[in-house]
Structures are given as C-alpha cells and as structure tokens.
C-alpha cells in the first residue's frame, strides 16, 4: 500500500487507555508501559500484521491511540509538503492525510530527514509539529482545529523535538536555533498561555566559544510538590517548568561538555533522581529534584566519557540501560553513583531510537532496522532475541494492545503474534 499523499500526570483527564501509546516514548514519556504482553521475535515475513510504504525517510515515530496510528512525514526531499498520516491500526489503511505546504527549504542533516518530530493526541485531538512550517491541530476525523506559525527555526541538523500534551495544554520545546523556547497552548484554540525563553549563547548553531550546540529534547513531564511540571533539557542545563504558569521552577547545569552544548536525548526521571546524558559524547549526569532556582548541587555524579547518546535510554528502578550510537554498545549503569555495572558490544549496533519496556522486556531498533529485544537486569547481558526489518531506521518503536509498531526508512510496519 502506498501513502498517496497522557500522559497519566495531567491537570484533566483525557481520552487515552492503558494500551494507548499518544505520545514520544509512549504514555508517560518514558519509555515504558505495562498494558500487554509483547511480540519477542519477528522478521520481514514472520509476525507481520501489516507493512505500509511511506513518502520519505524521517526520524519520527508513530503514536497510537484508540484505533488510529499517527505519523509525520514529509512528501518531497526538500521538506516543501510536510503531512500528518492517520491509518487504522488494525489494517493499515489510511484513513486520512492533512499536509502543510511550506515554500522555503531549510537547513537539515542528511540523517535526519524532514518529518523528525512525533505526533501528541488526547484521543479528540492530534497535534504535530512541523518545525519551521508551523504546530498543527486536527481532530481524530482529520478537520483542521488550529496552526500556529512560530517562525523559523534554522539549524544545520534540523529539528526534531515532539509536543506533549497536559491535561488542555499543548508543551512545545522549540529550536534548535537562534531563537529557543518552551511553550504552553490551549489545546482547543492553539492559544499561547505562557513562553519560556532560553538565552542562546552563540549563533544557535555554535555556542561563544566555537562550539556546536542544540537541543533536541522532548520535555517528560512529572507531578512533584503539589505541580505538574515539564522537565526539559536544554542546551546546557535540565529546567523544570510549572506546567501551570511557565515559571523556571529550578535548573541543574552540567550539559556544557568539550564538544558543545548538546542535547539530544529526553531525562530519565524515577521518584527525585533525574540522569541526563548529553549529545556528542558529551557530560552524563544525576541529580536530585529537590529544592528551587540553581539547584546544580544536588548532582550526584558526573561522567565525561561517554558513548554517544541520541536516543533516550530506560532509567528502572536504580539503573540506567542506554544504547549507543557510536560506539556501539549497550550498557547498564548505577544511576545513584554513574559506574558503570556491564557493557555489551557483541550484540549492538547503532542506535538513533530510544529503548522502550513493555515491563518485561526493552527493546530499541538500531539503523540497520534490527530490534534488539533484552531483559533489563543489573546481573548482566540477557539478550532475548534480534529482529531484523532489514531497512534503515533512526525511529522508536510504539507499545500498542499486543502490537509493536516499527517506522523504517521505507515502511510502517505493524508486529504482531
């Protein structure tokens, strides 16, 4: 078939399921949900329910919700025509299609395509942010409810952050670019309810002292001392955000490295202790979120030497399981203290996408579109299969009612037993 053209800490409820998947990383933002039992081994031929073509490449992942899968991509090479697909999650037969036109064609990297970002819905609303062509909301039949331009984001790399939905509010971590800022947006109107402005030390693209820098991050967002607050990592530090009134509750410094002001994965939050791990092998680090304003103090570890980390990893009880992109390896650390418990390379190839846990088992899709399935266990290794799709991938797997859905360069595909 070829395409022709929530979070549970919220201020309200809304219309999504244990079994939903609406956002990043899935119904907390973490990577991790417990609602079924998950398909371990497959292939190009084997527990495939359906498989779909798409227009382009793009790092975006899918989300589901109720019987819908959503995803962003664009139509043309240069990012002219950027669109939202709606298909049924039990066929793959699209349902709809709504495009943004945008005339200019920006600055990207080759390894990440137009269509970086990944859709949000509540179950009524689905919204999708196109980077420079603007943030779009549509209800679940496809109508257009809003856009807003925010102007243009220019970067080198592209962009790549996802909205999250709070309750009514829309969170949006903008940039990467001169101008950075996270925002709040009426869910129903697309109005803007308060904006976070982050100082830019540099040209956006390289911080003062020469350096690349950016953030690529999607905020995770936490319910702790009364507030909800979305978490964020910015270029050089994790802030926390009242999620009610945008105020910079406290920040921890620490993602400045040698290399550059980088992030490109989201925190990893259990309880009090946030781990961050910055882009380009940059400076790893936790801390404890506690206490207002500079609360750089409360870091636990620092750690320099890094694998390099685009994708976010899985932070289960006091451990840390990341996936590299380069070296490849995947590891598992002591989140309290930053040692390092074992590593694996044997077994890993090179990561874009994040690790996600069904509550049993992780999983990530590396570039070559093999998914390592594993046993998170602090004792060691315990691979449990490598499924290969055989296509490149730099996206996350979405956890939907016994189903796995996988983007790759060239297909959606639909894993079930």
Request: glycine share 12%.
């Amino acid at each position: 078939m070829r395409f022709v053209c929530l979070l549970t800490l919220c201020l309200v409820a809304i219309i999504v399921t244990a079994e939903d998947w609406p956002g990043f990383r899935g119904p907390t933002g973490d990577g991790k949900t417990e609602a079924a039992d998950y398909p371990t081994r497959w292939d190009e031929s084997t527990n495939v329910r359906w498989a779909v073509d798409l227009p382009k490449p793009g790092n975006g992942s899918p989300i589901v919700v109720g019987d819908k899968v959503y995803l962003a991509a664009a139509e043309d090479d240069d990012g002219h025509q950027r669109s939202l697909f709606c298909l049924h999650a039990d066929t793959g037969e699209q349902l709809w299609m709504q495009r943004v036109d945008f005339e200019q064609k920006m600055p990207t990297h080759k390894t990440n395509p137009y269509g970086g970002s990944t859709p949000a819905s509540d179950g009524e609303t689905v919204v999708v942010w196109h980077g420079s062509a603007g943030l779009h909301a549509y209800n679940t039949a496809g109508d257009l409810k809003w856009s807003i331009d925010l102007g243009e984001f220019r970067h080198m790399w592209g962009y790549g952050t996802s909205p999250v939905i709070v309750g009514n509010r829309v969170i949006l971590h903008t940039g990467p670019g001169k101008r950075v800022f996270v925002a709040a947006f009426n869910l129903d109107s697309g109005d803007e309810i308060w904006r976070h402005v982050e100082p830019v030390d540099g040209t956006g693209e390289r911080n003062s002292a020469g350096h690349y820098m950016g953030s690529w991050s999607t905020p995770v967002v936490i319910d702790r001392d009364d507030k909800t607050i979305a978490v964020c990592a910015l270029a050089t530090r994790v802030c926390g955000l009242d999620v009610e009134t945008g105020d910079l509750l406290w920040y921890c410094d620490g993602l400045r490295g040698e290399r550059g002001d980088l992030a490109y994965s989201s925190p990893m939050i259990v309880g009090d202790l946030c781990v961050m791990i910055g882009g380009f092998r940059g400076p790893g680090f936790a801390f404890r979120i506690k206490g207002t304003g500079d609360i750089t103090e409360n870091r636990l570890w620092t750690n320099t030497n890094n694998p390099q980390m685009i994708g976010t990893g899985l932070l289960i009880d006091s451990h840390v399981y990341r996936v590299g992109a380069g070296p490849s390896v995947i590891d598992c650390l002591d989140a309290e203290t930053g040692e390092i418990i074992w590593e694996d390379r044997a077994a890993s190839g090179t990561y874009w996408g994040s690790l996600v846990y069904d509550g049993k088992v992780a999983m990530a899709t590396d570039q070559k579109g093999a998914t390592i399935v594993f046993e998170p266990s602090p004792s060691g290794f315990q691979q449990i299969a490598l499924n290969k799709l055989n296509d490149q991938c730099n996206a996350t797997p979405a956890l939907s009612n016994g189903r796995i859905y996988i983007r790759t360069a060239r297909k959606l595909w639909c894993i079930a037993e």
